[in-house]
Nanobody, 118 residues
Framework: QVYLQESGGGLVQPGGSLRLSCTVSGRTSTSYIISWYRQPPGKERKLVARADTIAGDPYYSDFVQGRFAISRDSAKNVEYLQMNDLTPEDTAVYFC???????????WGQGTQVLVSA
């Protein structure tokens, strides 16, 4: 079992920045994949970014390319999503997702709300 908890969401004006955190705990393996998803109001959940701990290059969706960046603090087991140049279309609940061996299941946090509005 793996437990994920997001934090850092809130209200921000267009053009502003936020850094979301995902604290990872439980039975984690040495190799796992962290992904960030978001779900705008009334819309489906979409992949935002993905980081492969097995030396893979990070992936960013087209709608956040050049504005968002993923990183981690290995010592604290925290994953980050830095969000810059935010627009109202970035308004959504943001979720952290983890996959690990044997790659048969995945784990989700409860999400953190991001509201971009003047």
């Amino acid at each position: 079992q793996v437990y994920l908890q997001e934090s850092g969401g809130g209200l921000v004006q267009p053009g502003g920045s936020l850094r979301l955190s995902c604290t990872v705990s439980g039975r984690t393996s040495t190799s796992y994949i962290i992904s960030w998803y978001r779900q705008p109001p009334g819309k489906e959940r979409k992949l935002v970014a993905r980081a492969d701990t097995i030396a893979g290059d990070p992936y960013y969706s087209d709608f956040v390319q050049g504005r968002f960046a993923i990183s981690r603090d290995s010592a604290k087991n925290v994953e980050y999503l830095q969000m810059n140049d935010l627009t109202p279309e970035d308004t959504a609940v943001y979720f952290c997702n983890l996959q690990q061996p044997p790659w048969t299941s995945e784990f989700w946090g409860q999400g953190t709300q991001v509201l971009v509005s003047a």
